[in-house]
Nanobody, 117 residues
Framework: QMQMVVSGGGLVQAGGSLRLSCAYS????????MGWFRQSPGKEREFVAS???????YYQDSLVGRFTISRDSAKNMVYLYMNSLKPDDTAVYYC???????????WGQGTQVTVSS
């Protein structure tokens, strides 16, 4: 049984927007921080954003203002809205869950986001 199912990646032109969605298991992660990490080719995975059950949000400093994380606990969904995308945002994006604001304990499958110049 998949505990996190990700959708919404794809190809977008620079300056465009995408929304990533992650459906998570209520039984497993209802009280957890949910988050997003990404990994670009040749680079280590990096934190993107996270959100608590209460709705407190945390972001990689460089993404503030362009990326927004939200959570619908009633639907067991977490979203990542990405605006003004840049080629440097090209990466595989992962939905994650954990007990801290950098939730890296549990990983869903990745989704490819490609931003063309």
């Amino acid at each position: 049984q998949m505990q996190m199912v990700v959708s919404g990646g794809g190809l977008v032109q620079a300056g465009g927007s995408l929304r990533l969605s992650c459906a998570y298991s209520e039984r497993s992660f209802a009280t957890y921080f949910m988050g997003w990490f990404r990994q670009s080719p040749g680079k280590e995975r990096e934190f993107v954003a996270s959100i608590s059950v209460r709705g407190d949000t945390y972001y990689q400093d460089s993404l503030v203002g362009r990326f927004t994380i939200s959570r619908d606990s009633a639907k067991n969904m977490v979203y990542l809205y990405m605006n003004s995308l840049k080629p440097d945002d090209t990466a595989v994006y992962y939905c994650t869950a954990g007990r801290t604001s950098r939730p890296a304990d549990n990983w869903g499958q990745g989704t490819q986001v490609t931003v063309s110049s």
